[in-house]
């Protein structure tokens, strides 16, 4: 259960969207669709990116990045 905070960039609303794994890379990649709750699932894809963190949700981002480096080095 991995729920972030999103904004959506249609519709300008911010909601909470469980997004299973998250894969920290270049860019983070969800390993579920993320769904706004006005505008159905949103584009995840570098060019046309439909979403942005907000400030709460990069702060869980952080977290999870920080937690999942200290399994590894378990
Ligand atoms: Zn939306």
């Known amino acids: 259960m991995t729920e972030i905070n999103f904004k959506c960039k249609k519709c300008r609303k911010e909601f909470d ?3 299973g794994k998250i894969t920290f890379g270049m860019r983070l990649s ?3 669709d993320v769904i706004c709750p006005h505008c159905g ?3 995840t894809e570098e060019q046309s990116c ?3 963190l907000t ?3 990069q ?3 952080a977290e999870l990045y920080f ?3 200290e ?3 378990a």
């Open 17 to 19: 969207c469980e997004v």
């Open 30 to 32: 969800f390993e579920k």
């Open 41 to 43: 699932k949103l584009k």
């Open 50 to 52: 439909e979403l942005e």
């Open 55 to 57: 400030e709460w949700g």
């Open 59 to 61: 702060t869980q981002v």
């Open 67 to 69: 937690s999942e480096g």
């Open 71 to 73: 399994n590894e080095a």
